[in-house]
């Protein structure tokens, strides 16, 4: 069974507003979560990352949530561009180990 | 839900040695694959597309003879890395596509760390 879960295939946001994407686990043993954006016809790009010891890590545009309790996480990127049109994927690992992928969804921003 | 599984999980093997990975599909049928390798600055590489029945897609840079792919079935592509180098110690991902789905879900596989010594 899916342990990462993305339960929104696709997203659309206009320009300059706010992009939520959402990420939920179930096991509670995962210890560091990555969001990962891919472009078509090439390989995920890694994008920002929180280890389990944080609830919050920034990185430009982009801000990534980790609600431990409800195993959520979640990626804002606040103002939204039209390059930022990709496939997001979150990830989650034990100790960097196996990583486990959630199916991705597809962000479109509209000009 | 769709899974992705790869074996082995872990692997170490002397330099010079082959290595064979597996991935399956396990309820659904992929007639595309996607192997992939990991750097350490996280970002996964795309070695190449793996098409049931037919060759291999390799990208740029990517040597087809070394990391040789075959995918013999609907369910199954194997990534073997032949004449195995410490420098190919990695951590090797695959994914597939179900073709039933959206289009855009890919599902991964925990991926398979490789050691050569």
């Known amino acids: 069974d899916q342990q990462v879960k993305q339960n929104s295939p696709s997203l659309s946001v206009q320009e300059g507003r706010i992009s939520i994407l959402n990420c939920d686990y179930t096991?509670?043993?995962?210890?560091?979560f990555l969001w990962y954006k891919k472009y078509p016809a090439e390989g995920p790009t890694f994008l920002i990352s929180?280890?389990?010891?944080?609830d919050k890590n920034e990185d430009g545009r982009f801000t990534v949530f980790l609600n431990k309790s409800a195993k959520h996480l979640s990626l804002h990127i606040v103002p939204s561009q039209p390059g930022d049109s990709a496939v997001y994927f979150c990830?989650?690992?034990?100790?960097?180990?196996?990583?486990?992928f959630g199916t991705g969804t597809s962000l479109t921003v509209i000009p | 839900g769709a899974v992705v599984s790869q074996h082995p999980s872990r692997v170490i093997c002397k330099s010079g040695t082959s290595v064979k990975i597996e991935c399956r599909s396990l309820?659904?049928?992929?007639?595309?694959m996607f192997w992939y390798r990991q750097f350490p600055k996280k970002s996964l590489m795309l070695m190449a597309t793996?098409?049931?029945?037919?060759?291999?897609?390799?990208e740029q840079g990517v040597e087809k003879d070394k990391f040789l792919i075959n995918h013999a079935s609907l369910t199954l592509s194997t990534l073997t890395v032949t004449s195995a180098h410490p420098e190919d110690s990695s951590f090797y991902i695959c994914?597939?596509?179900?073709?039933?789905?959206?289009?855009?879900?890919?599902?991964f596989g925990p991926g398979t760390r490789l050691t050569v010594l």
């Open positions: 793996s098409n049931e029945g037919s060759k291999a897609t390799y």
């Open positions: 096991n509670s043993m995962f210890d560091y």
């Open positions: 309820d659904f049928q992929a007639t595309t």
């Open positions: 929180i280890s389990s010891i944080k």
């Open positions: 990830a989650a690992s034990v100790t960097g180990n196996q990583f486990y």
């Open positions: 994914s597939a596509r179900d073709p039933s789905g959206t289009g855009n879900e890919q599902f």
